[in-house]
C-alpha cells in the first residue's frame, strides 16, 4: 500500500511539473507573437504617418503649382477639389462590389437613408417596442424614475420620495 501511494504521489507530481511546462511554453509562445504583432502594428502606424505628410506635401505642390498660372485662392480651390475627388474614388474602392458592377448595400436587410422597415428582417413580431399611451408614473407629472413618487415593492408601505423631496443636506440614516 506504502508504494501505492508513492506511486501517486509521483504521478501527481509529474502531471503539476507538466502543467507547469506547458504554461511556462504558451506563455512565451503568445509573448513572442504579441512582441511581433506589436512591431508590426507600429510600423504601420509610421506608415500612415509619413503617407500623411507626403500627401500634403503633395497637395501643397499641386497648389503651388497652380497659382503659378492661377490667382492663389482658385489654385486653393481646384486642389481642395482634386483632393475630394480622390478621397470619393478611394471610399469607393473600399466599399464592396458584387460580381456585376453594383453596389453592395452596407449591411443585409438594413435600408441607408430611408425609412424603418415595417417588419423586422426576421419576419416575427413588431419591428419596435410599443409606446405606452402614458408616460410612465401616469399623467400626474412623475419623472418616471424608479421609486419616484410610486409606492414601495409589493405596494405596500410608504411610498418612496420623490426626488424633488430629498434634502440633500439632510443626515442620511442608513439603519
Same mark, same amino acid.
Given at each position: 500500500?506504502?508504494?501505492?501511494?508513492?506511486?501517486?504521489?509521483?504521478?501527481?507530481?509529474?502531471?503539476?511539473?507538466?502543467?507547469?511546462?506547458?504554461?511556462?511554453?504558451?506563455?512565451?509562445?503568445?509573448?513572442?507573437?504579441?512582441?511581433?504583432?506589436?512591431?508590426?502594428?507600429?510600423?504601420?502606424?509610421?506608415?500612415?504617418?509619413?503617407?500623411?505628410?507626403?500627401?500634403?506635401?503633395?497637395?501643397?505642390?499641386?497648389?503651388?503649382?497652380?497659382?503659378?498660372?492661377?490667382?492663389?485662392?482658385?489654385?486653393?480651390?481646384?486642389?481642395?477639389?482634386?483632393?475630394?475627388?480622390?478621397?470619393?474614388?478611394?471610399?469607393?474602392?473600399?466599399?464592396?462590389?458584387?460580381?456585376?458592377? $453594383?453596389?453592395? /448595400?452596407? %449591411?443585409?436587410?438594413?435600408?441607408? +437613408? !430611408? #425609412?424603418? @422597415? =415595417? &417588419? *423586422?428582417?426576421?419576419?416575427?413580431?413588431?419591428?419596435?417596442?410599443?409606446?405606452?399611451?402614458?408616460?410612465?408614473?401616469?399623467?400626474?407629472?412623475? $419623472?418616471?424614475? /424608479?421609486? %419616484?413618487?410610486?409606492?414601495?415593492? +409589493? !405596494? #405596500?408601505? @410608504? =411610498? &418612496? *420620495?420623490?426626488?424633488?423631496?430629498?434634502?440633500?443636506?439632510?443626515?442620511?440614516?442608513?439603519?
Amino acid at each position: 500500500m506504502d508504494r501505492l501511494e508513492h506511486l501517486e504521489h509521483l504521478d501527481k507530481h509529474l502531471v503539476d511539473e507538466l502543467a507547469q511546462v506547458a504554461r511556462e511554453t504558451v506563455r512565451d509562445e503568445l509573448r513572442e507573437q504579441t512582441r511581433k504583432q506589436r512591431r508590426r502594428a507600429t510600423l504601420y502606424a509610421a506608415s500612415g504617418a509619413v503617407a500623411l505628410y507626403a500627401g500634403a506635401a503633395l497637395a501643397l505642390a499641386v497648389g503651388l503649382l497652380l497659382a503659378l498660372a492661377l490667382p492663389d485662392w482658385a489654385a486653393a480651390l481646384i486642389t481642395a477639389a482634386l483632393l475630394a475627388a480622390v478621397a470619393y474614388a478611394l471610399r469607393g474602392a473600399a466599399r464592396p462590389h458584387r460580381p456585376d458592377g $453594383t453596389h453592395q /448595400p452596407s %449591411a443585409p436587410g438594413r435600408t441607408v +437613408g !430611408g #425609412t424603418a @422597415p =415595417a &417588419a *423586422p428582417p426576421s419576419g416575427l413580431g413588431m419591428p419596435y417596442p410599443p409606446m405606452p399611451p402614458v408616460a410612465p408614473g401616469g399623467a400626474s407629472g412623475a $419623472t418616471g424614475a /424608479p421609486g %419616484a413618487g410610486s409606492p414601495a415593492p +409589493g !405596494g #405596500t408601505g @410608504p =411610498a &418612496a *420620495p420623490r426626488q424633488d423631496e430629498i434634502d440633500p443636506e439632510a443626515p442620511h440614516d442608513r439603519s
